[in-house]
């Protein structure tokens, strides 16, 4: 009897460290994302200070544009979150479905995908990545498309 309840409270152990693993690597996916997220928009702030710099000292700033509204911000180099989220969820080459990738972006990335339609909003950005050459659809998933 002793030993089956070892037995079981061993299994239930092993159980909640695979869960805690599954959970701890889950939460640094969402970490490194936020954190190249956070690099990327150090980079921007940088060029912005350089213009900004450049207009007090009397010169002319280089023309970047933020959505063409500003001639000193520089666009976002990387794309939007989400984007940066489905090309390092693709970037291993394997084709994944739409379910499968709204499934990853519900566990990895949860504060953006809170209350809304994950699977929709993965599609539409998907689709978007598609149009400017990122991914590709084949048989029913979705890959990062190889550049020649």
């Given amino acids: 009897m002793l030993y089956r309840n070892m037995r079981k409270t061993a299994r239930q152990l092993l159980t909640e460290i695979a869960q805690?693993?599954?959970h701890l690597e889950a939460n640094g996916k969402r970490l490194q994302l936020q954190q190249d997220e956070i690099e990327s928009r150090i980079e921007d702030l940088k060029e912005v200070a350089a213009g900004l710099t450049k207009i007090l000292e009397g010169e002319p700033a280089e023309q970047g544009t933020l959505a063409g509204i500003s001639p000193i911000i520089p666009p976002r180099?990387?794309?939007?979150?989400?984007?940066?989220?489905?090309?390092t969820t693709l970037a291993d080459g394997t084709p994944k479905t739409l379910d499968e990738i709204a499934d990853i972006a519900e566990k990895t990335i949860p504060s953006q995908t809170k209350g809304k339609s994950?699977?929709?909003m993965v599609n539409f950005a998907l689709f978007a990545l598609r149009r400017h050459g990122a991914v590709e659809q084949i048989d029913g998933g979705w890959k990062i498309r190889?550049?020649?």
């Avoid at 180099?77 to 090309?87: A, H, M, V, Y």
């Fill in 20 to 22: 805690e693993v599954e």
């Fill in 146 to 148: 190889q550049r020649h």
């Fill in 118 to 120: 994950v699977r929709r």
């Fill in 77 to 87: 180099k990387k794309g939007t979150p989400l984007g940066q989220f489905l090309r």
